[in-house]
């Protein structure tokens, strides 16, 4: 990724400057923003070559630290915190005991960060792709206020939780995934090799073939002719969707569809709020203000609409409404949500409700996920079935027709 030479202010207006790498200036005023700095500018600098080994470990994915390699940083952080380990000699003694390469380079560059001067949250902000902004901004707040072996532990929590979301809507998935995988892979060999083979049969008949048997034909030779436009055209669709969804309009339209689907769109739904409510219950728990929280809430949400919504809140909040009122006016909640924030916030025990509230969505995402497969099932058959007859009307009925004029 390409390097960005960045100055600013601070909160208490002091000049700040700093180099970091990131993907694009966008996402570099983002992160200076998280971590309360506010942006002056932003320029692109050339960075130094990397190795062959380096190239190789970007391209093929093993240079990428992953959930579970953060989530052991932070409990192990969390450990050393609290046993009086200062937070240099920590970093030192992980980088020494890591057999993760990437996560190994990541620790000394924060060593050497911290020896120039920097504090931890500025020095993990140089490092967008492994700490998104929550992280970051809970590591600053922790700072502030001396409760960073709290910090950790919580962020421990956020990360667990987040990976136990995402696998349990990947293994509800799972089964559905191989099911149409299974009927692409069948209807691509029946279009390639046994249609093909029942038509110079169906040939050499000359009769009138019915009408499901002409469209398989037509379907089959199609498949023959034009694989080749096919493919292409495929392609260029997916590079199409690829550019469309790069865009903010294009990622809004997207996730707003994906939660109008018939049966993962309640669990999509369900998991986003059940994170941003955690995720929010989490940052107010930490002392951070209201405002604030809602923006690291909706960073979380893994859905522009949903993000867009909690966005909303924060506004509806920031022009004096109360966060029950701008809760209302998002529509994305329940009543008894509803009235869970209206208790929290009426005996000034918001995080706890949200805590609550996330809790609620996620037994209601665990209960969707068990049921989604029985749900599944009956249209996957649905489908299997009308495959199985047309392929039998198609192919067996100018079969049996033959038979009975053989007979005759």
């Known amino acids: 990724m390409p390097l960005y030479a960045w100055t600013g202010r601070n909160a208490d207006a ?20 998280g971590m309360g700095i506010v942006p002056i500018t932003v320029q692109a600098q050339a960075g130094a070559a990397e190795d062959a080994g380096a190239t190789f470990a970007r391209w093929t994915g093993r240079g990428r ?29 992980l980088q020494e ?7 190994r380079r990541l620790l000394a560059d924060l060593r050497a960060s911290l020896d120039s001067g920097l504090e931890l949250s500025q020095a993990m902000g140089k490092h967008p792709g492994t700490f998104d902004r929550f ?9 502030g206020t001396g409760q960073l072996t709290e910090t950790f532990d919580a962020l421990y929590a956020h990360l667990d939780f987040q990976r136990f979301m995402r696998e349990q809507v990947k293994a509800a998935l799972r089964y559905p995934k191989f099911v149409l995988m299974a009927m ?5 060999v029946i279009n390639l090799y046994v249609i093909p083979a029942f038509a110079k049969v169906f040939a050499g008949m000359k009769a009138e073939l019915p009408l499901m048997t002409r469209i398989l034909l037509g379907t089959s030779q199609f498949a023959l002719q ?27 339209l997207w996730d707003r569809w994906k939660l109008h689907l018939p049966i993962a769109g309640k669990v999509l739904r369900k998991s986003s709020l059940a994170r941003s409510c955690r995720s929010l219950a989490m940052v107010l728990r930490s002392g951070v203000p209201v405002l604030e929280g809602l923006t690291l809430a909706a960073a979380v949400c893994e859905n522009a609409h949903i993000e867009q919504a909690v966005l909303g809140m924060r506004q509806a909040v920031e022009r004096g409404e109360t966060v029950l009122a701008a809760a209302r006016k ?10 869970m924030i209206m208790v929290g916030e ?59 004029a053989a007979i005759k």
Do not use: C
């Not at 998002?330 to 009235?339: N, R, Y």
């Open 14 to 33: 002091s000049a700040a400057a700093g180099v970091v790498e990131s993907r694009s200036r966008t996402q570099v005023a983002q992160m200076l923003i």
């Open 65 to 93: 630290i992953d959930t579970p390699e953060l989530l052991m940083f932070s409990r192990q952080m969390n450990t050393l915190l609290k046993a009086g380990v200062p937070i240099l000699r920590a970093l030192q003694g």
């Open 97 to 103: 005991s890591s057999s993760h390469e990437s996560m």
């Open 135 to 143: 992280y970051i901004s809970m590591v600053r707040v922790g700072e």
């Open 184 to 188: 692409a892979v069948a209807l691509a």
């Open 226 to 252: 034009a694989w080749p436009a096919a493919l292409g055209g495929g392609f260029v669709a997916w590079l199409a969707t690829r550019a469309a969804l790069a865009r903010p309009r294009g990622q809004l």
């Open 330 to 339: 998002a529509g994305i909640f329940t009543p008894i949500v509803l009235q």
């Open 346 to 404: 009426e005996s000034g025990t918001l995080d706890a409700m949200l805590e609550e509230v996330g809790l609620l969505y996620q037994r209601e995402v665990e209960y969707e996920l068990k049921t989604m497969s029985q749900q599944i099932e009956p249209i996957l058959i649905f489908f299997l079935g009308a495959l199985v007859l047309v392929l039998a009307l198609g192919v067996f009925m100018p079969m049996w027709d033959l038979g009975k």
